[in-house]
C-alpha cells in the first residue's frame, strides 16, 4: 500500500515539473501601448473685451469739414491711433462667426495749401488746411476659420470716422467769401472691411493683427489701418 502511494506521488511530482517546463518555454506575453491621450481642442466661442492699436494712413477732404461750395480737394494724413474693442462669436467645427466693435482715438493728420475751385474756376484766395481724424469707430461682421489656436477672419461693417480742420486764407479773411469759416468739425458714416490673424496663447487670451480700409462718406476720407490687439475672452474652456 504504502509502495503504491509512493509511485502515486512521484508520477503526480513528474507531471507537475514537465507542466512547469512547458510554461517556462512560452513566449511572453506582448505589451500593448496605452490608448493615447486626447489632446482638447481650442475654443473660440464666447464673448470678449480688448484693447487695440496702430498706424493709419490715407487722405481726406479737408474743406469738406468746412463747407460743400468748392469742389474736392485731397490731402495726404497719417498718424497713430489707440483704443477699445469689444465682440462675441460663436465656433461651430472650424467655422467662427461674430461681431465686432471697437473705438479708436486717432491722431491722423495732415496739411496742405490750395486754390479752391468752384466747378472747375479758381477761387480768388489760397488756403492752407491743416487737416486730421480724431476718432475711428467700427462694428463688423467677422468670418473665420480655426485651426486649433490660429483663427484667420475677414470682417466688414459700418465706420464712424470725426473729423476736424482748421484753414488759413490769404488775402481775404474767412467769413467774407461765400461765409466761409475757418474751421470745421464732421463726424461721418461710411463702410469698413478688411481681415486678420489671432492666436489664442490661453484659453482665454488671444492677440490678433489685422488690417482695415475704411471709407467716410463717400470719397470724403479713404483710410488704411494696420492695428495689432490683445483680447479677453469670457466663458472659454
Known sequence: MKHSVFVAALIGALAASSLLAQAADLPARTAYPAPPVAVPVYNWTGIYLGINGGYGWGRQDPLSLITNQFDQVNADINGWMVGGTFGAQIQSGRV?????????????????????????????????????????????????????NWLMYGTGGVAVVNGKTNASLSAIACGTVGNLPCSGDVTRVGVAAGGGIEYGFTPNWSVKAEYLWVGAALNDAHLNMVRGGINYRFGAN
Request: a negative charge; zero cysteines; charged letters at 15%.
Open 96 to 148: 467662427v462667426l461674430g461681431v465686432e466693435g471697437d473705438w479708436d482715438w486717432a491722431n491722423v493728420k495732415g496739411a496742405t495749401t490750395v486754390r479752391p475751385t468752384i466747378l472747375g474756376a479758381p477761387a480768388p484766395f489760397t488756403a492752407t488746411l491743416a487737416s486730421e481724424i480724431n476718432s475711428v469707430s467700427t462694428v463688423r461682421v467677422r468670418i473665420g476659420y480655426a485651426v486649433d
